[in-house]
């Protein structure tokens, strides 16, 4: 599959230039701008090169650690089920977890139950 870099590129560009970032907490789910990326990383989707994420901490005012949500049907360990999300059963793709600069953060959803929130962080530090 052939992918646009160029495009995603120009929306970088947009999304770098920024005046500030939104406010942010731990436990939240966000559509964010995660763009297109290399071999088998996960991609944002649709024209804004966009997905939805869940937040799992602030590293700073800026950055924060997140992990991307997929609706795939996949069953793995290390992807767990968040529930539904935008009236689709969505996964936590623990495998792509990364840092980003606020910045790409669009839209919030809501909040992930407690309970779920704490497997999910319980799985990352068995992973370690």
Known sequence: MEKDFD???EKKKEIHNRNCAPFFHAREIWWCSLGLNVGFEQDGSDEEYRRPILILKGMSR????????TTSTRNHALRPSVGVIGG???HALLSQIRI????????????LDKEIFE?????????L
């Open 7 to 9: 495009g995603w590129n």
């Open 62 to 69: 800026e950055t924060c650690l997140v992990v991307p949500l």
């Open 88 to 90: 689709k059963q969505a």
């Open 100 to 111: 980003i600069d606020a910045k790409r953060l669009v839209r919030k959803l809501g909040y």
């Open 119 to 127: 497997q999910i962080r319980k799985t990352i530090k068995d992973m």
